[in-house]
């Protein structure tokens, strides 16, 4: 006789709830002291002087940011939103422009280019990688494309190297948004170091965090500065500079780090691997586990490149397996397991896009004159970000670093193991709620 599943009343393999995620230690509170000795929580000033870059410990933030990763640049920002937004800005897009961008991430990847009058044109994902499909995009290239916003999804980074190519045969700029991703590597080279300009996230769901902030990279000069000036009142700040010619987008935002952010997010990065390896050494442990369960498929990591397993994507066959994902995942959600049904609604279902109401009450960007394109949002666009996020995927964080192989890891394959022999209940259970919904 199987165990009883929790789900119906028998008793969970997981009862206590996790630990709060805490990367925060001695280290950070004693830095953070000393800029609160110091007395200075901010030292910008957004005119074109020496304080225009921001004091002590932003200034040491981003040296320590640009070392670590070999960028020439790193701009830090209030939050990685804020560096999507500078970077569609510093890279000159504007009415008319498309982005591409794919649906299946957090909702600024896209919202950036609505900000400054472009339209984001959703492209799909890989099925199997989770990430913007290189094919699709070629697709989906139109006279008005100006850029590809490229997001690494749950640790994993995008093909870049085809990206790129497609990039520079149609001259398109490119975004990474790499806020899920610091630490991760495609062959040997650092996420955010192929495209124009990459940004990371330092918000307090991240690997590594300064509660909120981000870190926005480039080897170009010409880009940093901009960057710089749409951080810090660039409209105001380009008086001083007669050399900037161009001035479009240079309309600033107060999009400034504290200095107690940078002087933990100093800390923080030191931290990066420590962090980053035992999530890696479990996954292998949880990708061996799952291989055994039937209809599931661990996340494979694309050849050549260095997973960071911010979040851990598992793929359910419901149709092999005979109960649907939402089931199963309620069934180890009762065992007391983290994991969840879906990912990122993909982003042109928001109202947003569906009723595209965005700049102003008539319609902006994609009623603009300047818009010469038609776009559609419609259900089944992108297929692939659709069928994961509603009927296959289901993402956990239980390879969290401070969680071990022998407890939580261990838990997570026994609850799997558990309701994976009384899949004949669940198939029952299932039938019968697809009844109700059919008659319904
Ligand atoms: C977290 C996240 C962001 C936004 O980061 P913030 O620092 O919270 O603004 C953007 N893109 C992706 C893919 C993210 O995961």
Known sequence: MPQKLALLGGKPIRKRPYRRYITIGPEEKKAA???LDRGALSEFVGDWSDAFNGGRYVRMFEAAWAKRFGFRHAVSVNSATSGLYAAVGALGLGPGDEMLVPPFTMTASAAAALVYGAVPIFVDIEPDYFCIDPDAIEKAITPRTKAIMVVHITGQPADMERIMTIARKHRLKVI????????????????????????????????IQTGEGGVAVTDDDQLAL????????????????????????IVGFNYRLGELEAAIGIEQLKKLERFTRPRIELARELDEGLARIPGVTPPPVRPGARHVYYMYGIRF?????????????KALQAEGVEISAGSCVPLYLEPLYQRRVGIGRDGHPWSCPSYKGTVSYRKGICPNAERLHFREMATTQVLRHGHS??????????????????LSELKRLDNA???????A
């Open 33 to 35: 002291m000393e800029v």
């Open 226 to 249: 901009r960057l710089k000036l749409i951080r810090n009142h660039g409209e105001y700040a380009v008086q001083g500079m007669p050399e900037v010619k161009d001035l479009t987008n």
């Open 405 to 422: 192989r022998d407890v939580e890891v261990r838990e997570f394959l026994d609850a799997f193991e558990k309701v994976w022999d009384n």
């Open 433 to 439: 709620q697809q009844g109700v919904a059919a008659r």
């Open 176 to 207: 990474e948004d790499c806020a899920q991703v610091a630490g991760a590597t495609l062959n040997g080279r650092p996420v955010g170091s192929f495209g124009d300009i990459g940004v990371f996230s330092l918000n307090c769901h991240k690997t």
């Open 317 to 329: 066959d419901g149709d092999a397996i005979g109960v649907s994902r939402d089931l199963l995942v």
